[in-house]
């Protein structure tokens, strides 16, 4: 008699618990855009949980000697190193900016609207707070967000010349998720060239030096994320050249972004280096590109945001 | 049970586990998806000595902890969706098989932790993967690979079961402060 009533009341005890699993199976079941509304505790999760794990992020980082930077030059020599880097890219920008104007011009003769430029904004120094698993790839969180001006689709550069990614999904008050270039959903969004993402690599360019005419030196290669932390896919021919001759890539070449999808803020950032190469039966030659620096170890990244902050700006430029 | 005490040391193991991730994480550059998960080992250690009720409820708030600090890559929009089930689920199938299976297991001994670890964050692995999959089956809205995905999630159950042995050496000081007792002890 004692132990039915015992079981009566555990059955009482766990329909709460039932109905509870019903309720959360069937909301998984419902398609992601009726489940925008969790993003909001997923924010409170989030921020509830960064004191813990920044720290520990951090100092794991630091603990595996694998802070930021992970090379063995000396202080010096990297700054120069960084400086070099950062001058070469510059300086490409400023041709590829050339080259957007000269068509903005075309453009405009014939009425077409302008795209918009580099003008408006503002580099911020964001700390990285913590990475996630998303789905088949994942993200990192930085302290940057709407307050500063940071917008879904910003660039993320590490030491403002790597393209680390771009900033996705809804922007927080105080951080914004960044998806990886590497990330298998990186690509873009539509289109026949869906999950891909347009390079080039400057044939010439080594450690430190530009051809003397880089912009006649520019292969196109088309990339998709192999979801291992690299890029892959072919070259597909020089980009500003009637030459039909296959142009050969290296291993070690650096291959820059050149993607009309992506902001002009973002081109001819650093997506990384040619790790192999091969040619397949066509004669067309693929080639494997890897980040020069892993995502997983960058401490601290710059978001080029686009938007007007509500606080007066951000870190500024370094 | 000292619920206080188990949601604040849960609170710093999630924060660790998403922390430690990108460092111990097991895999190819740039996707050390394979870590292990230090909060399971917490809510197999709260359900060899709490009661089964408690230990129920408590497993299915941490696997919601879960769920809603790993988004999921939403196709084509650029964004990200938080699915709130797969791992609560998860976790409390987990919970329901230490309970089911708790009498026969000697609680002290590191190597009970460990292994029911190990099982538990396998089964909520299949469990997750089967609710999502499940999904997948109505909606392509989501970047899903079960296949691969399953496989992930072995070998983080293998992994939890790992680090499970030391985060017994680590519970075992905090049992009196999370209120956790041997009934078999108690009775004596």
Known sequence: ?318 | MNLLAVILVGYVLRGVELGLAPTIGLGPTGAKDIAPALLLPLVVYVALFAPAQSVLWLALCAGVVVDLTGPMTVRGAEAFCWLVGPGAVGYLVAAYFVLTIRGFMIKRNPLALAVLSLLGAALAGVVAVAIITLRAQFFTDMAWRPGPELLLRMGSAVYTGVAALPLSLVFRPLTGMMGLQDSHLRRR
């Open chain 1, 1 to 318: 008699m004692l132990r039915g009533h015992a079981h009566l009341r555990q059955g009482h005890q766990r329909t709460p618990l039932a109905l509870t699993v019903v309720m959360l199976v069937l909301l998984c079941l419902l398609p992601a855009r009726w489940l925008t509304w969790v993003s909001w505790f997923a924010g409170l999760a989030d921020t509830a949980i960064i004191p813990v794990q920044a720290p520990v992020r951090n100092a794991a980082a630091w603990l595996a000697g694998r802070v930021s930077a992970g090379d063995v030059d000396s202080p010096e020599l990297a700054a120069a190193r960084e400086e070099a880097e950062r001058s070469r890219t510059l300086y490409l920008q400023t041709l590829e900016e050339v080259s957007v104007l000269r068509e903005q011009v075309e453009a405009l003769q014939s009425g077409r609207a302008l795209s918009p430029g580099l003008m408006g904004m503002a580099q911020l120094v964001a700390p990285v707070l913590g990475e996630q698993q998303a789905g088949a790839g994942r993200v990192l969180k930085v302290r940057a967000g709407r307050s500063q001006g940071v917008v879904a689709g910003d660039p993320v550069t590490f030491r403002g010349v790597h393209l680390v990614g771009r900033v996705v999904g809804d922007v927080d008050m105080h951080f914004s998720r960044v998806q990886v270039i590497t990330d298998k959903a990186a690509g873009s969004a539509a289109g026949p060239d869906r999950g891909r993402i347009n390079g080039v690599v400057i044939l010439g360019e080594t450690d430190g030096r530009l051809p003397p005419d880089p912009m006649a030196e520019r292969v196109q290669c088309l990339l998709t994320p192999t979801g291992d932390g690299r890029l892959s896919g072919d070259v597909a021919g020089w980009a500003a050249r009637a030459d039909r001759s296959q142009p050969r890539v290296e291993v070690g070449a650096i291959v820059r972004l050149s993607d009309e999808r992506w902001p002009a803020s973002a081109q001819m950032l650093v997506l990384g280096r040619v790790e192999r190469e091969d040619t397949k039966p066509n004669q067309r030659q693929t080639i494997v590109v890897a980040p020069i620096f892993d995502p997983a170890k960058i401490r601290e990244v710059i978001v080029r945001a686009s938007g007007e902050g509500t606080n007066g700006g951000g870190g500024g430029a370094p």
